[in-house]
Each structure stands twice: as C-alpha cells, then as structure tokens.
C-alpha cells in the first residue's frame, strides 16, 4: 500500500515563507510525477505545481515566482518552498505522487492534506 505522509503546514503573516514535505512510503518499484495541490474553502482542488521524475516542473501562474517545487528521488519526498504567501494562498495543501507497484501501474495517490494559513 503507497502512503503520502505531508507535513509543514501552519499559520504565518503575509509576505512570510512556510516549507511543505511530502513522504511515499510502501513497495514501490517508482515514483513517477509528483505534485501540489490545494483546496480553499469553497473551491475546487487546484494544481500548484507538479516535477516529473527528471526534475521538470510546472506551476499555477498565481504561485510563479514564489513557489518552488522539489525532490529528493532517493528519499521519494518532494517539497514545496512558498515565499512572498499571500491570504489567497490559505488553503488545504495536498500532495500527490503517481507511482509503479506490484500491483499497479501508474496509480496516483494523495496524502491527507495540511492546512495553510497565511493572515493579513
């Protein structure tokens, strides 16, 4: 069974940084794409930025040029350095990852989500 395990959320003042980590865990023969996404109240989910397996990315234009996405392939974690955060970032951050297992291919799972909360 593949798990996502997300930490680094919490409350911070605009204009402040906050890092978020997401861990996969179980047999997996690899982790392919992985990826953010948030979810504010009221809205539907939303991509924030996703890294191929080589390192290629791709990001919302509202989070460009403030958000970074990375990974660490030997530790199948990926991270999310958000600076400049604004009140309109406040949301349900959720990470994703698609990954190869004996049982599946190519399945995507998602981690339970942290909150952010960025305050005026």
């Known amino acids: 069974q593949v798990q996502l395990v997300e930490s680094g959320g919490g409350l911070v003042q605009a204009g402040g940084s906050l890092r978020l980590n997401c861990a996969v865990s179980g047999i997996i023969f690899r982790v392919n794409a992985m990826g953010w996404y948030r979810q504010a109240p009221g809205k539907q989910r939303e991509l924030v930025a996703t890294i191929t397996s080589g390192g290629s990315t791709n990001y919302a234009d509202s989070v460009k040029g403030r958000f970074t996405i990375s990974r660490d392939n030997a530790k199948s974690t990926v991270y999310l350095q958000m600076n400049s955060l604004k009140p309109e970032d406040t949301a349900v951050y959720y990470c994703?990852?698609?990954?190869?297992?004996?049982?599946?291919?190519?399945?995507?799972?998602w981690g339970q989500g942290t909150q952010v909360t960025v305050s005026s």
């Open positions: 994703n990852a698609e990954a190869d297992t004996i049982a599946v291919f190519r399945g995507r799972y």
